[in-house]
């Protein structure tokens, strides 16, 4: 007895056209598992947070690595944690307290990365148990502020010209200069920091007795006693 061809039953067209399909996506899983460490998933990396650096210099500067050094200001010192140029540079809210007439230890040096006209040079400084951070030059001396000697070297021959206040614009003391090579103990090393003014000075000062006479002079007309 023969079947009659139209009562067979037949596979509907969309079924036979999504078979190939189905295949190629088993086939395409396969490989997936195959080279995907066992997942399907591709493992994403955290990606690295860039650690603040300076500015390389080439130039000559007045404090080296590793040398040591003191930290100076009216109070105290703030050092900032992030590297000179970051733009959270002044209100980054990490700071560290470097006390006054501590001695630290010259770790790096940079200049302002965001801003090339900023004639600061800034130091990375180990500042001992109060940790690591960023100071500007003017806030560093190689002098001892409190006992430390050192001689008058000024840059014309004619001696230190010595002020009440560390400040050149305030009265004179003595009639005389304190003479070039003459030795003064120091007692504070300091700067004038004057609110009402637009711009910050950052000339440091040192007070020294020279030939009985008490006053401030420019740190910069000193030389190590012993170089």
């Known amino acids: 007895m023969k079947l009659d061809q139209q009562s067979m039953p037949s596979t509907p067209i969309y079924s036979r056209l999504a078979l190939p399909a ?3 996506m088993c086939l395409l899983f396969a490989m997936l598992a195959c080279t995907s460490n066992d997942t399907l998933f591709i493992h994403l990396t955290a990606t690295p947070v860039p650690t603040p650096v300076p500015t390389p210099l080439s130039i000559e500067t007045r404090f080296k690595k590793g ?3 003191y930290a100076v200001s009216n109070r105290r010192v ?5 590297a000179p140029g970051q733009k959270n540079f002044s209100t980054t809210g990490v700071l560290t307290s470097c006390f006054r007439n501590t001695q630290v230890t010259v770790l790096d040096v940079g200049k302002n990365s965001d801003d090339p006209e900023d004639p600061i040079i800034y130091y990375q400084v180990d500042c001992g148990s109060s940790g690591q951070g960023w100071l500007p030059e003017y806030g560093l ?4 502020p409190t006992g430390g000697t050192a001689v008058i070297k000024s840059p014309d021959g004619k001696g230190a010209p010595m ?6 614009k305030s ?3 003595g009639d005389q200069p304190c003479a070039d090579g003459a030795t003064v103990k120091i007692s504070d090393i300091t700067r004038n920091i004057d609110l009402s003014s637009k711009i910050e000075d950052t000339t440091l000062f040192a007070k020294v007795n020279c030939s009985g006479v008490t006053g401030f002079l420019m740190e910069s007309f000193l030389a190590p006693a012993n170089p």
């Open 171 to 173: 009265p004179p003391v």
């Open 22 to 24: 189905i295949a190629a």
């Open 141 to 144: 001396t190689q002098f001892l």
């Open 78 to 82: 703030i050092q900032l944690n992030d």
């Open 163 to 168: 002020y009440k206040n560390p400040s050149v």
């Open 67 to 69: 040398q040591l050094v």
